[in-house]
DNA sequence: TTGCATATGTCGAACTACTAGGTGTAATAT
DNA sequence: ATATTACACCTAGTAGTTCGACATATGCAA
């Protein structure tokens, strides 16, 4: 996320979410991770990497994700990713409350008077 | 908005939106626009009196907000806040990204493989 | 051999929201 | 009459997140 692009200005807690919702789509590594959340996101997103490794060292301190080394394809090392039993129920969580949290910004932003 | 409560994760960002939407509805003072966000989001935004007056502060610095000292139906004192020109553009602008940041989000969610 | 893409990481700065405290007035309950 | 609650404003310090900038190292292509 690009601080110079207004875009970013609302991600501030939706990364950790985001990051675990890549992951639950199978095994990945970090670099992968941010391209694949701008690829999805139509290059809305890019996730810097002073955001991304802080970011995946957190969620792997909580529990949430689970971390081995393997060769990419390319046969190069990488850190690749798994979501944990408690990562699955966190990303679950975090998704339910997105779902609030959105519909309730839909419904101040759609008040008229 | 609890830092105690998970459901206030995601709001970093917002509050500023949030704010100046609720300005945009009419002129009205700092306290009423807390118990505003609170009513319409039906109880999910709580916005703490630290969060709210420093937001609002920050607001007028920018120049997107403009305060005097009215008084209330009641009789009290109190500051009202009013949009700026500024403020509207930059409501425009907030809303706009809004979308385009919860339409990537939702996306990314549904992404599935 | 020079540079780019891949791949990981840290550090310090900036910003935001919270908790916890504070001031003072008006209305309501005891 | 007095205590408490609701109204209405405010700040200081703290914790957490994200960013830009920097650092490292490998493989591949021009």
Redesign the pocket.
């Known amino acids: 996320?690009?601080?110079?692009?207004p875009k970013?200005e609302f991600?501030?807690?939706?990364?950790?979410m985001l990051v675990l919702k890549v992951v639950a789509l199978g095994p990945i590594?970090?670099?992968?991770?941010s391209?694949r959340i701008q690829q999805i996101s139509r290059d809305l997103f890019?996730?810097?990497?002073?955001?991304?490794?802080?970011?995946?060292?957190?969620l792997e301190d909580r529990g949430w994700l689970q971390?081995e080394w393997r060769n990419?394809?390319?046969?190069?090392?990488?850190?690749?990713y798994t979501l944990t039993r408690k990562g699955r129920k966190q990303l679950e969580a975090e998704v339910r409350n997105w779902e609030q949290i959105s519909d309730a910004v839909a419904l101040i932003l759609r008040t008229a008077e």
């Open positions: 996320m690009n601080s110079n692009d970013t991600l501030k807690g939706t990364l950790d590594h970090g670099y992968a991770i391209q890019q996730i810097q990497q002073g955001s991304l490794y802080p970011a995946l060292h957190r971390a990419t394809e390319t046969g190069r090392e990488a850190k690749f």
